[in-house]
Nanobody
Framework: EVQLVESGGGLVQPGGSLRLSCAAS????????MHWVRQSPGKRLEWVSG????????SYADPVKGRFTISRDNAKNTLYLQMNSLKPEDTAVYYC?????????????????WGQGTQVTVSS
């Protein structure tokens, strides 16, 4: 059974940092691209970032470019999202999601496994 379990969310002040983790199991993690997707209250799902299966290819949505860094440790079957210079508009539930492909793909509707999400709240 494929499982994705996020952790690391919380409350942080504007300008602060958080590091999200996503522990994967039930599939060969190193074969697939992985993504972070977020959803704010009343808004649609927003793709945030993706990383290819080997970790060398990354992509970011414009609102987070230069502030967020996606990475993965294939030996530990874990995906990460380092979030710096956080803004109130980054407040959302963050989900990690598995792509059926090895390359990052900005199509959340095509992802075939999702975690339960972790809440990130940026507020003073």
């Amino acid at each position: 059974e494929v499982q994705l379990v996020e952790s690391g969310g919380g409350l942080v002040q504007p300008g602060g940092s958080l590091r999200l983790s996503c522990a994967a199991s039930g599939f060969t993690f190193s074969n697939y691209a992985m993504h972070w997707v977020r959803q704010s209250p009343g808004k649609r799902l927003e793709w945030v970032s993706g990383v290819g299966s080997g970790g060398g290819s990354t992509s970011y949505a414009d609102p987070v470019k230069g502030r967020f860094t996606i990475s993965r440790d294939n030996a530990k079957n874990t995906l990460y999202l380092q979030m710096n210079s956080l803004k109130p508009e980054d407040t959302a539930v963050y989900y990690c999601a598995k792509s059926p492909l090895s390359t990052a793909w900005r199509r959340p509707d095509k992802y075939d496994a999702w975690g339960q999400g972790t809440q990130v709240t940026v507020s003073s």
